[in-house]
């Protein structure tokens, strides 16, 4: 093999589909590579040919300028794929598997990986803890929107699916395990979601419904769901979630509405640090989201936040904002004993236990974020659709695996 192609971002507000590198057992020097990580053997490693990877609104933070990532980034962290080739330090998984591949890169050598802490793994990332395909600041491992991509730890990251023919099948449920699935989850469960909980979710998009496809399968008594967007909100009441409009303004009225009282045991932050403030003409205001939700969770609940937030965001509106400093009523969240679970969710915590729940048909987490095959030809056109609102999750299809679909 000697050809690759790539989806690669090339400054703000564009992507285009490139021709670049096949995969080596070797990290080489590139857009957003460490210099300590260049030359770094991987023959732990794996070589995918991709089965599926996904579009994600974390991307869409990076393609809109909203952060420092360097132009021809191949971008993707949304992986799934079929082993080509292994490394010779790989023992157990074998060519012709066909993997979920977690978006956080974890070594399953230090403490935290040890204590399933794998979204900040201490070894492969020079610059901070936590590993991640195609991220600003994430190590310089290359992006997986690819045809080919290489996995490091391959018998350790990868999760293989038990029969080929039904992964293949369920896929557009299961390439959601690389991210947004368990990624919704650990919001939800972050929040102290169980049975007969009420539950507040910031955010529409993908990471949203994923969050609120995951509290009911917690559990939930009743799932609210606030966004701006109608096409959004639409796509959560098609499963059974209970919507507020945002451009009315704060959630609290509307909850009560809703619940007879302006309160809800859980919330989750699936927006991040592009928030808006409430009302029909809300400016940016990326504290919004986290001072709502410390306003309308009872006394001794919880927050997850599995909605980004960054060190470095060029076009943040003030320097403190840049910094990724914003102004949190934190005063609030003390005087309510409130709990907070920030950061990368570790997918591996989670992945074997949704991916079970897909294959035994327990849930249908492709129907409720609304995903759409396209080709990796049509990347620009899905990334220009998302940003613009679409109430879909597009997921790129490089080697034809998904034409069924």
Same mark, same amino acid.
């Given at each position: 093999?000697?050809?690759?192609?790539?989806?690669?971002?090339?400054?703000?507000?564009?992507?285009?589909?490139?021709?670049?590198?096949?995969?080596?057992?070797?990290?080489?020097?590139?857009?957003?590579?460490?210099?300590?990580?260049?030359?770094?053997?991987?023959?732990?490693?794996?070589?995918?040919?991709?089965?599926?990877?996904?579009?994600? /609104?974390?991307?869409?933070?990076?393609?809109?300028?909203?952060?420092?990532?360097?132009?021809?980034?191949?971008?993707?962290?949304?992986?799934?794929?079929?082993?080509?080739?292994?490394?010779?330090?790989?023992?157990?998984?074998?060519?012709?598997?066909?993997?979920?591949?977690?978006?956080?890169?974890?070594?399953?050598?230090?403490?935290?990986?040890?204590?399933?802490?794998?979204?900040?793994?201490?070894?492969?990332?020079?610059?901070?803890?936590?590993?991640?395909?195609?991220?600003?600041?994430?190590?310089?491992?290359?992006?997986?929107?690819?045809?080919?991509?290489?996995?490091?730890?391959?018998?350790?990251?990868?999760?293989?699916?038990?029969?080929?023919?039904?992964?293949?099948?369920?896929?557009?449920?299961?390439?959601?395990?690389?991210?947004?699935?368990?990624?919704?989850?650990?919001?939800?469960?972050?929040?102290?979601?169980?049975?007969?909980?009420?539950?507040?979710?910031?955010?529409?998009?993908?990471?949203?419904?994923?969050?609120?496809?995951?509290?009911?399968?917690?559990?939930?008594?009743?799932?609210?769901?606030?966004?701006?967007?109608?096409?959004?909100?639409?796509?959560?009441?098609?499963?059974?979630?209970?919507?507020?409009?945002?451009?009315?303004?704060?959630?609290?009225?509307?909850?009560?509405?809703?619940?007879?009282?302006?309160?809800?045991?859980?919330?989750?932050?699936?927006?991040?640090?592009?928030?808006?403030?409430?009302?029909?003409?809300?400016?940016?205001?990326?504290?919004?989201?986290?001072?709502?939700?410390?306003?309308?969770?009872?006394?001794?609940?919880?927050? /997850?936040?599995?909605?980004?937030?960054?060190?470095?965001?060029?076009?943040?509106?003030?320097?403190?904002?840049?910094?990724?400093?914003?102004?949190?009523?934190?005063?609030?969240?003390?005087?309510?004993?409130?709990?907070?679970?920030?950061?990368?969710?570790?997918?591996?915590?989670?992945?074997?236990?949704?991916?079970?729940?897909?294959?035994?048909?327990?849930?249908?987490?492709?129907?409720?974020?609304?995903?759409?095959?396209?080709?990796?030809?049509?990347?620009?056109?899905?990334?220009?659709?998302?940003?613009?609102?679409?109430?879909?999750?597009?997921?790129?299809?490089?080697?034809?695996?998904?034409?069924?679909?």
């Amino acid at each position: 093999m000697s050809g690759n192609r790539a989806v690669a971002y090339e400054g703000t507000g564009k992507v285009s589909v490139i021709d670049t590198e096949y995969p080596t057992f070797e990290l080489k020097d590139g857009p957003g590579v460490d210099p300590r990580n260049v030359g770094r053997k991987v023959p732990h490693g794996a070589i995918l040919k991709t089965v599926a990877t996904n579009i994600c /609104g974390s991307d869409q933070h990076m393609v809109r300028g909203r952060t420092t990532a360097p132009k021809d980034l191949i971008l993707g962290h949304e992986i799934t794929g079929e082993v080509v080739e292994v490394g010779p330090g790989v023992e157990f998984i074998k060519v012709g598997d066909i993997c979920s591949v977690p978006f956080n890169i974890s070594c399953g050598r230090c403490r935290n990986c040890k204590e399933r802490k794998t979204g900040i793994c201490l070894n492969v990332n020079p610059v901070q803890p936590g590993g991640a395909y195609g991220y600003v600041d994430m190590g310089g491992w290359v992006g997986g929107q690819a045809e080919y991509v290489l996995v490091p730890y391959a018998d350790w990251n990868l999760l293989k699916f038990p029969d080929r023919d039904q992964a293949l099948e369920k896929m557009m449920d299961l390439t959601m395990l690389s991210d947004i699935f368990p990624t919704g989850y650990h919001g939800a469960v972050s929040a102290g979601v169980g049975a007969g909980s009420t539950v507040y979710i910031a955010g529409a998009g993908p990471v949203g419904l994923a969050a609120a496809t995951s509290a009911l399968l917690l559990g939930a008594a009743a799932v609210i769901v606030g966004d701006m967007n109608e096409g959004r909100l639409a796509q959560a009441r098609s499963f059974g979630c209970e919507t507020i409009d945002l451009t009315k303004g704060d959630p609290k009225d509307q909850i009560e509405q809703i619940l007879g009282v302006p309160e809800v045991d859980c919330g989750v932050d699936a927006v991040g640090f592009e928030a808006k403030g409430h009302g029909k003409d809300g400016h940016e205001a990326p504290a919004t989201v986290l001072n709502s939700l410390m306003e309308i969770t009872t006394a001794g609940g919880a927050l /997850g936040i599995p909605g980004l937030y960054v060190t470095g965001d060029p076009g943040a509106e003030d320097k403190a904002a840049q910094k990724g400093s914003l102004s949190l009523s934190l005063g609030t969240g003390w005087a309510k004993s409130l709990s907070f679970v920030t950061g990368q969710c570790p997918v591996m915590k989670y992945n074997r236990g949704l991916m079970m729940a897909i294959l035994h048909d327990k849930v249908h987490i492709a129907d409720n974020v609304n995903a759409k095959a396209i080709g990796l030809e049509d990347a620009p056109r899905g990334y220009a659709e998302f940003d613009a609102g679409a109430a879909t999750k597009y997921v790129l299809n490089p080697n034809g695996y998904l034409d069924a679909a």
